[in-house]
């Protein structure tokens, strides 16, 4: 189970959950979202980035003058890619990541390899399971 409190009005440059990369393929279902401001209905906001971005992705960190003395610009899971640095990354190497609005009973499916970002609109609770985790239920091994 997971909650997340969301991100305010207008704010596309904080992410719930900023850019990292899951060795294992991941489910995540919304169970719940409050109302956004407007009154519309929460969702989740994902950009997934295929293996073969991920490279990409490192390159264009770099040449922003991003530090890499924190580690893996991925992994290191403190980069949010906001949307004037998406428009970026499409104008230099023409790649996009590929875009999902989750709403409440939806599931998403993040395979192993797959780099991805999540900015929640509202008050949000999801339920996610990983590979690893479903097999050791199964009694697996």
């Known amino acids: ?29 919304m169970l719940w979202a409050g109302l956004c401001h407007d009154g519309s209905p929460g969702y989740a906001l994902w950009h997934l980035y295929p293996p073969g ?10 040449g922003e003058g991003f530090d ?41 499916f993040i395979p192993a390899g797959w780099a991805h970002q999540v900015r929640d609109r509202h008050f949000i609770f999801f339920l996610f399971f990983k590979k690893k985790s479903y097999i050791a239920s199964l009694g697996w091994q």
């Open 1 to 29: 189970m997971y909650n997340s409190k969301g991100c305010g009005p207008g704010d596309d440059y904080n992410g719930s959950t900023k850019l990292h990369m899951d060795l294992t393929d991941a489910v995540n279902i």
């Open 68 to 108: 890499e003395g924190a580690g893996d610009f991925i992994h290191s899971q403190r980069i949010y890619v906001t949307p004037p640095m998406h428009e970026r990354i499409y104008e230099k190497y023409c790649v996009k990541p590929t875009v999902v609005r989750q709403r409440p009973g939806e599931a998403v």
């Open 53 to 62: 971005m991920a490279n990409i992705l490192r390159l264009f960190f770099r």
